[in-house]
């Protein structure tokens, strides 16, 4: 029997899904920095926001936990913090 993983043998999900929602995050509140006219700071936001969104997938294949779910909770934060 193998430890540390589950029934179905997914790895560990919240890993890459909660990389994928800082990655939302950072989109958000870079929208909220430009309407506020902080327009650097907005620019930041999406650098770690891009930097966020390379990661989470290779997370995702490295522990073995890419899902449904995952791939489209991505693509959401792909168009909040890109779109």
Known sequence: MKRGRGKRGRGVPFLPNGLTAA??????????????????????LILFAAF?????????????????FGREFDSLADLVSFG
């Open 52 to 68: 966020l969104d390379a990661l989470d997938g290779r997370v995702a294949r490295l522990t073995g936990s890419s899902s449904g």
């Open 23 to 44: 990655n939302l995050l950072c989109g958000f509140f870079s929208l909220v920095n430009s309407h506020h006219g902080r327009f650097g700071e907005a620019a930041l």
